[in-house]
T-cell receptor, first 117, second 114 residues
Framework: GAGVSQSPSNKVTEKGKDVELRCDPI?????LYWYRQSLGQGLEFLIYFQGNSAPDKSGLPSDRFSAERTGGSVSTLTIQRTQQEDSAVYLC???????????????FGDGTRLSIL | AQSVTQLGSHVSVSEGALVLLRCNYS??????LFWYVQYPNQGLQLLLK??????LVKGINGFEAEFKKSETSFHLTKPSAHMSDAAEYFCAVSAHNQGGKLIFGQGTELSVKP
């Protein structure tokens, strides 16, 4: 079946602009995660959605970052007033449930490469 | 709090040689441990996972890892490297009480020489 789909695959924008990144998880997966991969910081957890529960936003680096998940499926990560340090690859992952158990591992999309000029 | 340390940001081996990628973890609760591989311009692919059922875990592409609680380690090995193994490898930990979010090591880039 289809894997995790992210769009766009690449995004170049000017500093100060807002951007939206989209993630389509695997059908039936109730848990969805966003991570950021950058040269300086490696792979960092950003935010996690599990069903209808309140999201875990503990990894969001600033209030310019927000995310929502509509209908328990598609998620959008929004970055407002982008800064150069926001340049990174943003990865989305989904799993059957958000327990972290090894028999329900996370499946990753290919990411969105964001470049801020 | 949990953390992962991968020793060696870059490892180079010859084709056919043993691959050993080191990972040490810190966790205040019994951890779940994973190894992921990332090829250029792609997302992460799960290699193997520690389920607590067995300390020696076998994964895809001939990789395996051994969980050693006394050493807080989960090193990744492969007896004979292949050119196609060249990629970046990430060790990750999660906890059952933290919603499954993964804490990653810094990654190890594996190069395979012909």
């Amino acid at each position: 079946g289809a894997g995790v789909s992210q769009s766009p695959s690449n995004k170049v924008t000017e500093k100060g602009k807002d951007v939206e990144l989209r993630c389509d998880p695997i059908s039936g997966h109730t848990a969805l995660y966003w991570y950021r991969q950058s040269l300086g910081q490696g792979l960092e957890f950003l935010i996690y959605f599990q069903g209808n529960s309140a999201p875990d936003k503990s990894g969001l680096p600033s209030d310019r970052f927000s995310a929502e998940r509509t209908g328990g499926s598609v998620s959008t990560l929004t970055i407002q007033r982008t800064q150069q340090e926001d340049s990174a690859v943003y990865l989305c992952a989904s799993s059957l449930s958000g327990t972290g158990e090894p028999n329900q591992p996370q499946h990753f999309g290919d990411g969105t490469r964001l470049s801020i000029l | 709090a949990q953390s992962v340390t991968q020793l060696g940001s870059h490892v180079s081996v010859s084709e056919g040689a043993l691959v050993l990628l080191r990972c040490n973890y810190s966790s205040s609760v019994p951890p779940y441990l994973f190894w992921y591989v990332q090829y250029p311009n792609q997302g992460l692919q799960l290699l193997l996972k520690y389920t607590s059922a067995a300390t020696l875990v076998k994964g895809i592409n001939g990789f395996e890892a051994e969980f050693k609680k006394s050493e807080t380690s989960f090193h990744l090995t492969k007896p004979s490297a292949h050119m196609s193994d060249a990629a970046e490898y990430f060790c990750a930990v999660s906890a059952h009480n933290q919603g499954g979010k993964l804490i990653f090591g810094q990654g190890t880039e594996l190069s395979v020489k012909p």
